[in-house]
């Protein structure tokens, strides 16, 4: 079993993972940018540092979303957080395009975190490029999450898969299968049922989330 405090360690250092590529390459700029006379080379600098600043703020508001408490918002949270991010993050990699069909004008927070993971896990697989489908609705009081990764090669660590289905040892877990674990202890405190398939050109993944108490629509 998995204390909260290392899950919380765990998610930590994939967060420190997934920030130390910007955060580095801003260091490097400002070094770089120190050591410049040529005008034209100071500029490539400053695009680059712009650059790195936008995709570390992005990562700490998806990060904020996902692994947080989501502070300013209510139980509900809008859906264009998640969709301005995931869009911000695709839109960093020519090779990546998204694909969102949320008709939702809000989700639960609980939703919402394991939308972003889900989706995150399906930008992850796309190793070579390709769409990234996601989709989410409520219905008949629950919410149903979809994500779909498509492209050539899709790449799925057997070991994340397990952690969301509940396989993989508690001593096997680690920053990179922390937030898989994170969602099964969503979806089944809430409740509900997570699960994924993995193909050759495609990675699908699910979920659905009974609504919280006292949720209207």
């Not at 079993?1 to 801003?26: F, K, N």
């Not at 034209?40 to 408490?69: H, P, T, V, W």
């Not at 069909?101 to 796309?126: F, H, Y």
């Amino acid at each position: 079993m998995t204390s909260s405090l290392d899950l919380a360690s765990l998610l930590c250092s994939r967060l420190c993972h997934d920030m130390l590529s910007p955060v580095g390459a801003l260091n490097n700029g400002l070094e770089l940018l120190a050591d410049e006379k040529d005008p034209a080379m100071r500029q490539r600098c400053l695009d680059l540092l712009e650059q790195s600043a936008r995709i570390s703020a992005n990562k700490l508001k998806f990060f904020r979303l996902a692994y947080g408490a989501a502070g300013g918002f209510g139980e509900q949270v809008p859906v264009e957080e998640p969709h301005e991010l995931l869009t911000s993050l695709t839109s960093a990699d020519e090779r990546l395009t998204l694909d969102w069909a949320v008709s939702e004008q809000t989700l639960s927070k609980p939703a919402i975190k394991v939308l972003l993971n889900l989706a995150a896990m399906g930008l992850d697989s796309l190793v070579r490029g390709g769409t990234l489908a996601v989709g989410a609705e409520r219905n008949g009081g629950q919410t149903e999450i979809a994500i779909r990764a498509s492209g050539p090669r899709v790449a799925f660590d057997e070991n994340i898969g397990k952690a969301l289905d509940g396989s993989l040892a508690a001593d096997e877990l680690s920053g990179r299968t922390a937030p898989a674990h994170l969602i099964r202890l969503i979806v089944e405190r809430d409740g509900g049922a997570v699960q994924y398939h993995h193909g050759k050109e495609a990675l699908v993944l699910g979920a659905m989330l009974p609504d919280p108490e006292g949720m209207i629509g």
